[in-house]
């Protein structure tokens, strides 16, 4: 039987929808706060009565919320059983990340701090109707014609092969070296690490 199964191929998220709070919230949240935005917006289609708006979160992909003037902002939290989402993540530069802790106390927006993640650093908090958002900003720029996640499963292979329990800097650091010099050319006959200044 699995000799014709076939895989739907995905080719990068289209979109992510929300079941928000009413309209003007959902505007000072996704603009007001995360700066994404507001492209464009239309009743939901399915429920007439409620809005449907779309925010650009950066990457010209879409967020979009479904509004109701009934819901109101509750800071409830977020069931995160299986099959509930657990958290969203967003990406911020590193300028940013360094200012997101005093934009969000003044605020008074409760948040973990810093987290560590080895290969980015993270900072969480909840939305005005309690679902964890996630600000992470990555600590490397991936080679010309590299995606993050290519230097990722890189840094993986090169950690489990070292026994590491998790891909941090030096893993990330011999990823991009072992890419960059698998897809550039070089008149050196030997590439290895040198020390010019031992000499």
Not at 16 to 23: E, K, L, M, V
Not at 115 to 125: L, N
Not at 133 to 158: K, M, N, Q
Request: glycine residues 8%.
């Amino acid at each position: 039987m699995t000799q014709n199964l076939r895989k739907i191929q995905t080719q990068g998220v289209h979109h992510i929808t929300i079941t928000g709070a009413d309209r003007q919230s959902t505007i000072d949240f996704w603009e007001g706060v995360l700066g994404m935005p507001f492209v464009f917006d239309q009743p939901n289609l399915d429920r007439p009565e409620e809005g449907h708006l779309y925010f650009d979160p950066g990457d010209g992909r879409l967020i979009t919320v479904f509004t109701n003037e009934e819901r109101k902002p509750g800071r409830n939290r977020i069931d995160q059983g299986p099959g509930s989402l657990h958290h969203l993540a967003f990406n911020v530069s590193k300028v940013t990340f360094d200012q997101i802790i005093e934009r969000l106390d003044a605020r008074g927006v409760k948040h973990s701090d810093v987290k560590d993640r080895g290969f980015m650093d993270s900072i969480y908090f909840r939305e005005p109707n309690g679902m964890l958002i996630e600000l992470a900003s990555y600590r490397f720029e991936p080679p010309s014609g590299y995606s993050h996640t290519d230097v990722l499963h890189r840094a993986h292979l090169i950690r489990v092969a070292a026994g590491d329990d998790h891909i941090d800097k030096k893993h990330l650091a011999d990823a991009i070296e072992k890419l960059v010099g698998e897809s550039t050319n070089t008149l050196s006959f030997d590439r290895s690490a040198k020390n010019p200044f031992s000499k």
